[in-house]
């Protein structure tokens, strides 16, 4: 297994800031209405706005692979359910 190259931690570094950007748009507008139900929830219980987002995004994340795995639509339901599952994270695929 070869080391991480520059071009891949670029890679990372955008995919990561093209989700924490879609996650701030989709709280900013209230579409999907979890994800600003989710970040004040979050918040309440004393998370921080880095630290919301991260875990958001990574509920996104999940969601676009398992689309793109599995050749399907986005699938708003489940990935609303998951927002609002927050702080549990969806399992670990395998």
Not at 44 to 58: F, K, P, Q, S, W
Request: a negative charge; aromatic letters at 8%.
């Amino acid at each position: 297994m070869s080391e991480p190259t520059e071009i891949d931690n670029d890679d990372e570094a955008f995919a990561e800031s093209t989700l924490i950007e879609a996650i701030e748009n989709q709280i900013e507008t209230e579409n999907p209405p979890a994800a600003k139900a989710t970040f004040n929830k979050l918040t309440l219980v004393g998370y921080e706005r880095e630290d919301i987002l991260n875990l958001m995004a990574h509920v996104l994340a999940y969601e676009i692979d398992a689309m793109l795995d599995d050749d399907r639509a986005f699938n708003t339901e489940w990935y609303e359910t998951a927002l609002r599952a927050l702080p549990e994270l969806p399992p670990e695929k395998d």
